[in-house]
């Protein structure tokens, strides 16, 4: 017996125990992720079918003095882009929700890792695939005839704006599953909710000709100031500063990651 020899291993740091924790919960979330076909089809079904629908069939009928000189299919990109992140948020309550159904969250709640590591990991997994999709989405809008009028920089805000808008969604879609019972209610909910969030807002026409009434639902609408911001940063033409869209989208995102996790422990508790 050597038991005067013997050194107790360094107990892991707090930070360590979180960053190992959202570790193996994020690279569960993503392997499942890769090997689900069927998540990003899905996911990418509906903006593909809006953008030949929409970006197709309205182009010779939009005037590009209407829309700042820009094709409308170029016009319609960053509104096709919201839409694929308002839906890889809705999938990324889905993981969520089927983990809580399950009982592999009570399992997550009684294993040796901080609690929050959870949340973090199913935040980082949903902003993560859904970053990857609206990356796709805007190489096929490209073959539908959009065009991008920016520089480095102009891509790299744009993905600052579309970050906060998918931390936002991901924490909205993350609270409303902790609270449903049941995988079509959630998809009632949600559904209620995406609708409204695109077609209310300038995603699919320019902010300034929308009825008074409209615009000022539109001013409401988290989406707008997504697609104003990325169009600000792609194409060099916005209703609204770019400054004003990252700081409302950056407390809109605040907001709903904390409601996500007061919600969490709550249900925790």
């Known amino acids: 017996m050597h038991q005067g020899n013997e050194r107790a291993l360094p107990a892991a740091s707090p930070a360590g125990e979180l960053w190992r924790g959202s570790w193996v919960i994020f690279t569960k979330h993503m392997y499942k992720f890769v090997r689900n076909g069927q998540e990003v089809g899905g996911t990418l079904a509906a903006p593909l079918l809006l953008a030949a629908t929409f970006g197709l069939g309205m182009e010779r009928l939009v005037m ?28 990324a309550g889905m993981t969520i929700l089927e983990e809580k159904i399950k009982g592999l969250l009570k399992e997550y709640m009684v294993a040796p890792i901080p609690r929050v590591s959870i949340l973090l990991a199913a935040t980082g997994s949903g902003l993560v695939k859904t970053l990857v999709q609206s990356l796709l989405m805007v190489l ?8 991008l009028q920016t520089s480095p920089l102009g891509v790299a ?10 931390v936002a969604g991901v924490g909205f879609a993350n609270a409303m599953a902790l609270r449903s019972q049941s995988i079509g209610g959630y998809h009632v909910v ?42 600000a940063a792609l194409l060099g033409r916005s209703a609204i500063p770019l400054w004003v869209c990252l700081v409302l989208l950056v407390g809109v995102a605040w907001f709903f990651t904390g409601w996500s996790a007061r919600t969490f422990r709550h249900k925790a508790a």
């Open 157 to 166: 805000t744009a993905l600052v704006v579309l970050s906060a808008y998918v």
């Open 190 to 231: 949600l559904f209620l909710v995406n609708i409204p969030l695109l077609f209310l807002s300038s995603a699919l026409y320019p902010l300034e000709t929308l009825p008074a009434w409209m615009q000022g639902i539109a001013l409401c609408n988290p989406t707008t100031y997504a697609v104003e911001g990325m169009r």
């Open 64 to 91: 590009p003095d209407a829309i700042a000189g820009l094709t409308y299919p170029s016009f319609l990109l960053p509104g096709i882009v919201a839409f694929t992140a308002l839906s890889g948020a809705i999938n």
């Open 140 to 147: 096929a809008a490209m073959l539908f005839g959009a065009r």
